[in-house]
């Protein structure tokens, strides 16, 4: 785990910056694609996370593979993190950047973890429910998860709204033991 203050400071000039061009999603969306191709490519991170490759050689391997599909302003950011030796934070400092557009866009992400895709008219009712909810614009992320048997779990920042199959399964067990046991209690009586 790298420490905040090795990326925050990157984070935080990438915000300014684009909060003054007026291009937080533009931004946002173009720093999104290179993290995910850097976590997709072990070795494309192996390769600009290596203490021994050049920084030079580092810049002209991201930029032959970025160039024609981000902004210069994006570009040079990574180059200022290669120069000052900060290339194991790349991918913090994007994430720190992320969540910095999303405060200042009032954007909460909300992980939802289902059994089975939701349609698309059920997943605007989802969202414009959490939305209302929690008065903030919610991003969904959702994901897969057959354990829960049915229903599904919604985490928004340190919120958990379980309404999982599993869950009430295991309440329903829960209720029945505790009877059988308050009736053990009662009839020895």
Do not use: C, W
């Not at 173009?30 to 490519?41: F, G, H, I, P, S």
């Not at 490759?53 to 991201?62: A, C, D, G, I, N």
């Not at 720190?96 to 009032?106: K, S, Y």
């Not at 059920?122 to 354990?147: C, F, N, R, W």
Request: overall charge negative; cysteine-free; aromatic content about 6%.
């Amino acid at each position: 785990m790298i420490p905040e203050a090795v990326y925050s400071k990157y984070s935080q000039a990438m915000f300014d910056i684009a909060k003054e061009q007026h291009k937080m999603d533009v931004y946002g969306d173009e720093l999104k694609a290179v993290r995910d191709t850097m976590q997709l490519n072990p070795e494309l991170k192996k390769f600009i996370h290596h203490p021994l490759v050049p920084p030079q050689s580092k810049k002209e391997t991201l930029h032959a593979i970025f160039a024609d599909d981000v902004s210069p302003v994006v570009l040079q950011f990574l180059y200022v993190m290669i120069d000052r030796r900060r290339e194991a934070a790349i991918i913090a400092a994007i994430d720190g950047f992320i969540d910095l557009a999303r405060a200042a866009q009032n954007i909460e992400v909300a992980k939802i973890r289902l059994v089975k895709p939701l349609s698309a008219e059920e997943e605007k009712q989802l969202v414009a429910s959490l939305e209302k909810m929690t008065g903030k614009h919610i991003e969904p992320l959702y994901y897969m998860d057959p354990s829960i048997i049915g229903g599904m779990i919604v985490q928004i920042g340190d919120r958990l709204i379980d309404g999982s199959l599993k869950r009430q399964l295991t309440d329903m067990q829960h209720s029945l033991l505790q009877s059988d046991v308050m009736n053990e209690v009662t009839d020895e009586k």
